[in-house]
């Protein structure tokens, strides 16, 4: 029998001692939850699974947050509410599971390598910050539901009108050239 390590997924932290969420395997101070998924669309049904549970609790207790270890994303009750009502509407909530970082010439994401085993980058040229953060979200929504890209591919940019980017594919990362 092939056995998944279980992954460390979700931090549960400002809890007032020890609260019993069904399901998932807390261990720790800290509550880590803990999941053995191994595909982008497992992994995502599993994170969901993690946020509902933790959502009552995290109500109960007005300093606790809920910590995305991928990508170190802390989200308090108001805020993983918010996440779960769009998810509930079948779009996952990049925004609230994948960081986008913006501190140096490129534009990265900080998570997604979790659930598909790349991140995207993007070096924005011609276009803006704005036009480059929508095209990576979207890229995003799509690789968490999809998975990975294998091979270097063009695609329709749809923050771009009537333009497409080369999507280069490496081992660990999508790099977007417009």
Not at 4 to 20: D, F, I, P
Not at 88 to 105: E, M, N
């Amino acid at each position: 029998m092939n056995m998944v390590a279980r992954q460390e997924v979700a931090t549960l932290s400002g809890l007032n001692g020890q609260v019993e969420i069904q399901g998932f395997d807390f261990i720790g101070q800290d509550m880590v939850a803990r999941t053995a998924a191994t595909t982008a669309q497992a992994r995502l049904v599993a994170v969901r699974e993690i946020a509902i549970a933790a959502l009552e609790p995290l109500k109960a207790h007005a300093e606790a947050r809920l910590t995305w270890r991928f990508s170190q994303l802390s989200l308090d009750a108001a805020a993983l509410g918010y996440a779960l009502s769009e998810w509930s509407d079948g779009v996952a909530p990049v925004h609230d599971l994948i960081a986008l970082d913006f501190a140096s010439d490129a534009m990265t994401t900080r998570g997604l390598g979790w659930f598909c085993g790349q991140e995207i980058r993007v070096v924005p040229s011609e276009t803006t910050r704005r036009e480059c953060a929508h095209l990576v979200v979207q890229l995003a929504r799509e690789m968490l539901c999809n998975g990975a890209y294998p091979e270097t591919v063009r695609v329709a940019a749809p923050a771009m009108p009537k333009r497409e980017v080369l999507l280069r594919v490496t081992p660990n990362w999508v790099e977007i050239v417009p």
